[in-house]
Structures are given as C-alpha cells and as structure tokens.
C-alpha cells in the first residue's frame, strides 16, 4: 500500500468473509495486515474518520466523513482496485476548508441545518436513474448550535452523475427546521425514541418491493435519558416511492420504549453487549431475506462491537444466539473489540457481497488491523 503521512487516531479495517449460513456455528480466523485507510494530518480530515459506505462499480468506491480541526465534519471519496489499497480523488470541492484531496460534499451555509456536520452516509449506485442522479446519497446533518443543545440530527438528499460533484436536493421535507433545505428525514415527535436523532441511515433499492416501496431505510433513532451519559439508540424502518418522501413504519416492535412509529430493533437485554445504543446499521438484501450488522454499545464498559441480526422482511429482525464477542454477554455480537486494539470498540460498518465474498470495512481508534475470514 502506499505511503501516507496519517493520523494514528483514527483508522478504516476490513474484515474478509466467506459466504456462510448465518445459522450455522462457524471459526473466525485472524491475521494482522495493518490498516487500509488513515486520516491524513493538516487536511480537512485529520482529526479523523468515520462511516464508510462502499460500493463496487467496476473498481471500490468509498464515501466516508472526515473531521477537521474545528470538528467539522465533511464526506470526501476514494477508490481502489481491491478494496485495499485507497486512492482519494486528487481534488477538494469543499470550498470551505481547501486543505487536503478527497473531499466532495461540504457543509451547509451557518444558518443551514447541515452547516456544521455532515456524516453517516448510505450511498447507492442506480443504473435506471437519470444520468444526473446514478449515484444517490443519504447523510447525516446537524449544526453546533442544534448539536450542543441537545437538538436534532436529520437525514438529507444528495445526488451525483459520477460520485465526486454532488447536488444537495433542494426541498425541504423536516418540518421542524425552516431551515433544511436538502433534508428528506426528519427526527420524531417529541417524546418518541427517535426524537433527537434520525439518521445513520441504509438505504436499498429493492426492485422486489412495491412501487411506494422501492426505496428502504434502516437508520438510527436516539432519545437522551437522564439514566445513560449520552443518549439511547435503537434501529428504525422507512420505506419511499422516491428517496425523498419517507414513511416510518406505521409500528412500534421495541418494547423497551413504545412512543412513536418505526423502530424495529431494540437494544440488548440489560448487562448484554449492546444495551444501551445501536447504531449505524448496515443492511442488504441476499434471496429472500434481510440481513443487517450494527454498532452496539455496553453499559458496562462503554465499548462498541458490531452484531448481526436476521429478517424475511426488514420489520421483524432476530439476533442469533451464537456470540463471538467473548468479553461481553449477549446474542449475535460477531466483531469484538479486541481485534482492532481500540479502546473505544469497533462501529461503522459497511458490507458489500462479491461472487460468494462479503468484505467489511469499520471504524476503530486503534492502530491494529485484522483481516477475518470466516468459515463454516
């Protein structure tokens, strides 16, 4: 891999998965290969990385946020030949902060409800699209002003012909901001488990749904609470005829917190790996069923690790009850923290399948890679 100059804060692994029933018991073998993309110092992104998400057209294209030393956030692109070896692109569109190549989507205007960070993205290629909206993008906004008081973190629109100049959708879909233009989904009513946070979201194009359905988000929903540091999390379902009109699913399947529409995973059982928040759901579809991997977090050490969950049809989703992370009790956590090395655990994950091949890339604070393969 080239050499870079790079951040030891931040770093992207990969995990290398070979396609297994995901109720059969199965080995995960580990192999140290060093990480494969690191924050670049003196850059807009230096302060580090976060949520990939990454498809294979050709070559591996990755979207992902970078942190500036404001803590802004911004979303720049790379691409590879193996999903190893990262090239950013060699210019910067982010006029608001020009150091450093790779960075295609800035923030908003000061007065915009995206003015401060933009994150968390699903991006999806679609070849029936007109050529100006191939690629589609879902991402996470929020400014210091909402963010520091405890406001709302909503979910915006973008679109591009070639994955590097992106057009923000222009409307506004988020009653609660006169502000947000671009923003297609807004957080809860107050009082419900998505009332400050709704984004993070994953977003496919299910060919097999009906039309009001083509499009289907999974996203993260939070509430804050008095009993946890932050905030808890669970994970919610919208369905849209477009990728700009969304709407929740009309229920309520988690029992821990029953006020307002959508949620369809609920945390942990208390003292279990992810108790507290999930977040940052992944999701594809493989034949007849839905499959997603998620961050979760314990209460008891604060770390995150990711898990995986099961669905035929995206609402009712089961953890299986195979737990490869031993540190913590709970059902179906499959990545542990002491792969990476990190302190803080391993989160953002991003999943794509090729010929019998899944890879996955995430999120750690350490400088540990591990390259997993899995067999039955």
Not at 274 to 283: K, Q, S, T
Request: net charge neutral; proline share 4%; hydrophobic share 30%.
């Amino acid at each position: 891999m080239k050499s870079i100059i790079v951040s030891t804060s931040v770093v992207i692994y990969i995990f290398i998965c070979t396609l297994y029933n995901a109720s059969a018991s199965h080995v995960m073998l580990r192999e140290p290969v060093g990480p494969v993309f690191s924050s670049v110092l003196n850059s807009w992104e230096h302060k580090g990385l976060e949520s990939p998400s990454v498809l294979f057209d050709g070559i591996y294209k990755m979207w992902y946020s970078g942190t500036d030393e404001h803590n802004r956030r911004r979303i720049g692109h790379a691409t590879s030949p193996d999903g190893i070896n990262w090239t950013r692109i060699s210019n910067n569109h982010c006029t608001s902060h020009a150091a450093g190549n790779g960075c295609v989507l800035d923030v908003g205007n000061k007065m915009s409800w995206d003015a401060d960070h933009i994150y968390g993205m699903s991006v999806v290629a679609d070849p029936g699209a007109p050529e100006k909206s191939r690629y589609k993008m879902w991402y996470t906004g929020a400014n210091n002003a909402s963010a520091l008081k405890k406001g709302r973190w909503r979910t915006g629109y973008a679109f591009s012909s070639d994955g590097v100049i992106w057009s923000k959708f222009k409307g506004n879909k988020c009653a609660s901001n006169s502000n947000a233009g671009s923003c297609v989904f807004d957080t809860g009513a107050p009082g419900s488990w998505d009332e400050i946070v709704a984004a993070a979201p994953s977003v496919i194009i299910d060919a097999d749904a009906s039309p009001s359905e083509r499009y289907k988000m999974w996203y993260e929903g939070c509430i804050y609470s008095d009993n946890v540091p932050e905030h808890i999390c669970r994970i919610g379902y919208a369905t849209s005829p477009d990728g700009i009109n969304w709407t929740r699913y009309k229920e309520n399947r988690c029992t821990d917190f029953s006020q307002g529409k959508g949620c369809v995973l609920d945390t942990g059982k208390a003292g279990s790996w992810d108790d507290v928040r999930l977040v940052h759901p992944v999701v594809i579809k493989t034949e007849h069923k839905y499959e997603m991997w998620y961050a979760g977090q314990s209460s008891a050490d604060h770390k995150f690790r990711i898990g995986y969950a099961l669905s035929s049809d995206g609402i009712q989703w089961e953890r299986y009850e195979d737990n490869n992370c031993h540190s913590q009790p709970g059902n179906r956590c499959v990545f542990d923290v002491d792969v990476s090395g990190s302190k803080s655990g391993i989160s953002d994950p991003a999943m794509i399948q090729i010929n019998g091949t899944r890879k996955i890339w995430y999120r750690a604070t350490g400088t540990t890679f591990g390259l997993k393969i899995t067999t039955k």
